[in-house]
């Protein structure tokens, strides 16, 4: 099958892809989300139009893709992707729009990314399906009305506050994905270990979902490291014993941090007193982007409690202090 190539090769996008729900009925969890979504698009349906443009916020590999995947197929439409790094000039743009078809679904990855003149381009399109191609340059340029296709946009982005209040406002659905719980990711885990043929025991499942993060893609990562685990250093079959030393060789610890997360919280105690102290110091004290701090390890630290964010930085809380092994100080937050 395509998954078994894809994982002979390696492939790590295209085992993903296998792995993905292809409906609202397989996807697992967001159970609010998928009803709002699914209303959006029965409606859209029934009135034969293109369903309204779309939204997914959320941290890195919670389903934002799939989703995305999903509306097209669901609306029987072709799906074209594309990504806001990638549209540098307002004529990248202006040349995917116009090889839309009517009902296309246009998946913009990172749209918080896009250069601000495709941004402004973006508006006119999702409200009037018309853009405005400039030709020539200084007082001989032109301006070229150009229609478009009604489309259905969806629009990805790790923090909804990172766009611009107009271009947000121009989205007729908007959906936060949160971190799934255990359960639920013991749910995905025991469809994909079907899908790959890993022997997964029931406890070996409770295990990898407990430290996965709350994050389906890294559930579905952990899934395939421990099966090598178990393949290599014992028979196969994913156990609970198996887990928690494949996991603890892979330096994944039990609540799922991963080593920027024991980074940031690292520096902030040991060498920030547990703060407050800016996200920036933090990004450099661990050698990372300041955006991958802020939108891959704070989310999950500030949902575990372990990290908060105030107007005067970021603070430690007791909790964190504990998970190194150090003594909470007197004046850290519970
Ligand atoms: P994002 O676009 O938010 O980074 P993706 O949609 O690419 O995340 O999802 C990453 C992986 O996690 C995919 O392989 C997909 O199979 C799996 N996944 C994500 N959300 C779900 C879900 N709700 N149910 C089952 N699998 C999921």
């Known amino acids: 099958s395509a998954l078994t190539a894809a994982e002979a090769e390696g492939d790590e996008r295209a085992v993903e892809a296998a792995l993905r729900p292809r409906s609202l009925d397989e996807v697992v969890g967001q159970s609010r989300v998928r009803e709002q979504l699914g209303l959006v698009l029965e409606a ?46 307002a004529g990248d743009l202006a040349a995917i729009l116009s090889g839309l078809n009517e009902g296309d679904v246009l998946f913009v990855d990172e749209i918080h990314r896009m250069s601000r003149p495709a941004e402004e381009m973006l508006y006119m399109a999702m409200e009037d399906f018309r ?21 259905t946009l969806v629009g990805a982005t790790t923090r909804a506050g990172l766009l611009p209040g107009p271009l947000r406002d121009r989205f007729g659905f908007t959906a936060r994905l949160e971190f799934y719980e255990p359960d639920e990711l013991d749910q995905i885990l025991r469809r994909s270990s079907g899908l790959l043929g890993v022997d997964l025991a029931v406890d070996g499942s409770a295990e990898i979902a407990s430290r996965s993060r709350g994050t389906p893609r890294i559930a579905n990562r952990l899934l395939r490291r421990v099966r090598d685990y178990a393949q290599v250093r014992a028979d196969g079959v994913v156990t609970h014993d198996i887990s928690r030393r494949a996991l603890d060789l892979y330096e994944v610890d039990e609540l799922g941090l991963d080593r920027l997360d024991r980074g940031v919280v690292d520096v902030l105690c040991r060498r920030f007193g547990g703060g ?52 909470p100080p007197a004046s850290s937050m519970p």
């Not at 779309?54 to 029987?76: D, R, W």
């Not at 949902?303 to 964010?309: C, E, H, M, V």
């Open 276 to 327: 407050p102290v800016g996200v920036s110091t933090i990004a450099v004290a661990v050698g990372e982007e300041r955006e991958t701090v802020e939108e891959v390890a704070e989310p999950f630290l500030v949902r575990i409690g372990f990290l908060a964010r105030t107007p005067r930085g970021r603070v430690a809380t007791a909790a964190a202090w504990r998970h190194l092994g150090l003594v």
């Open 131 to 151: 853009v405005d191609v400039i030709i020539g340059k200084g007082p001989g340029a032109t301006a070229i009305p150009l229609e478009i296709p009604p489309f």
């Open 44 to 89: 859209a349906r029934m009135r034969d139009k293109p369903p309204d443009h779309v939204l997914l916020s959320g941290p890195p590999g919670l389903g934002k893709t799939t989703l995305a995947m999903i509306i097209a197929h669901e609306m029987g439409s072709p799906l074209r992707l594309t990504s806001g790094p990638a549209i540098t000039h």
